[in-house]
C-alpha cells in the first residue's frame, strides 16, 4: 500500500544534542510538510516542500531546518533541542493543488532529556 | 488567514448516541473542509472532505458532515457511537490557492459503555 512512514517512531536526545528525524513516502506527492503537535494540541505547521521549492513558516524558530534530497525523502534536524521541543513531528504529503487531502505518517515522538 | 474553531475540547457521549461535533470557519471564500481522526500516538486518518458539490458529505466508519454555507460550519455527526470511535478528531480547512491546512484545536470524544 502506498504510504507515509515516519521513523523512527519515538526518539530520545539529550538537551542541545542535534537529532534528525526521517519521513518517507510512496505516493509520489509533489508536497511534503512537517508539523510539530504537542499534547492536545492541533497539529502547527512547520514547514513544507513543493518539490524542491522550501517554505517556512513565519513563525518557526530557526532551530528547525528540513532537507529534501528527493521525492521520496524529507528530513527534519533539530540543530539544539530544548525541553519545549518535545513533541510528535508529524509529516504529511499531498499533491499541490488546494482541495486535495494531506496523508499522515504515524509521528515521531520526541523526548528532550 | 482561515481560523478554525472546535466548540467543546471534550465530548462525551454513551455507546448508542448521536455523535455532534461542532466545527466552525471564518472566510468569506468558502474553504475547502475536512475532518481527520487521531488515536493516541498515531497519525491523523481522513474521514470526510467537501470540496463542491453535494453538501451532505458521508465518510468512513458511519460518519457524515455537512457544509452550511450561511452558518460557516462543518459539524461532524454519527448517528449511533461506537466505543472504538473514542479518539481526537480534528477540523481542518485550506484556502482555494493553495494546500495549506489551518486546524481546529481538537475534540477529544469519549465514549461511554
Known amino acids: 500500500d502506498a504510504m507515509v512512514i515516519q521513523n523512527p517512531r519515538y526518539q530520545v536526545t539529550q538537551f542541545g544534542k542535534p537529532v534528525t528525524l526521517s519521513c518517507s513516502q510512496t505516493?509520489?506527492?509533489?508536497?511534503m510538510y512537517w508539523y510539530q503537535q504537542k499534547s492536545s494540541q492541533a497539529p502547527k505547521l512547520l514547514f513544507h516542500?513543493?518539490?524542491?521549492?522550501?517554505?517556512n513558516e513565519a513563525d518557526t524558530p530557526d532551530n528547525f531546518q528540513s532537507r529534501r534530497p528527493n521525492t521520496s525523502f524529507c528530513f527534519l534536524d533539530i540543530r539544539s533541542p530544548g525541553l519545549g521541543d518535545a513533541a510528535m513531528y508529524l509529516c504529511?504529503?499531498?499533491?499541490?493543488?488546494?482541495?486535495?487531502?494531506?496523508?499522515f505518517g504515524p509521528g515521531t515522538r520526541l523526548t528532550v532529556l | 488567514a482561515q481560523s478554525v474553531t472546535q466548540l467543546g475540547s471534550h465530548v462525551s457521549v454513551s455507546e448508542g448516541a448521536l455523535v455532534l461535533l461542532r466545527c466552525n470557519y471564518s472566510s468569506s471564500v468558502p474553504p475547502y473542509l475536512f475532518w481527520y481522526v487521531q488515536y493516541p500516538n498515531q497519525g491523523l486518518q481522513l474521514l470526510l472532505k467537501?470540496?463542491?458539490?453535494?453538501?451532505l458529505v458521508k465518510g468512513i466508519n458511519g460518519f457524515e458532515a455537512e457544509f452550511k454555507k450561511s452558518e460557516t460550519s462543518f459539524h461532524l455527526t454519527k448517528p449511533s457511537a461506537h466505543m472504538s470511535d473514542a479518539a481526537e478528531y480534528f477540523c481542518a480547512v485550506s484556502d482555494r490557492n493553495f494546500n495549506k491546512f489551518y486546524f481546529g484545536s481538537g475534540t477529544k470524544l469519549n465514549v461511554k459503555p
Open positions: 516542500y513543493y518539490d524542491k521549492d522550501f517554505n
Open positions: 467537501y470540496t463542491t458539490g453535494a453538501t
Open positions: 505516493l509520489n506527492h509533489n508536497v
Open positions: 504529511a504529503t499531498s499533491r499541490r493543488l488546494a482541495g486535495n487531502e494531506q496523508f
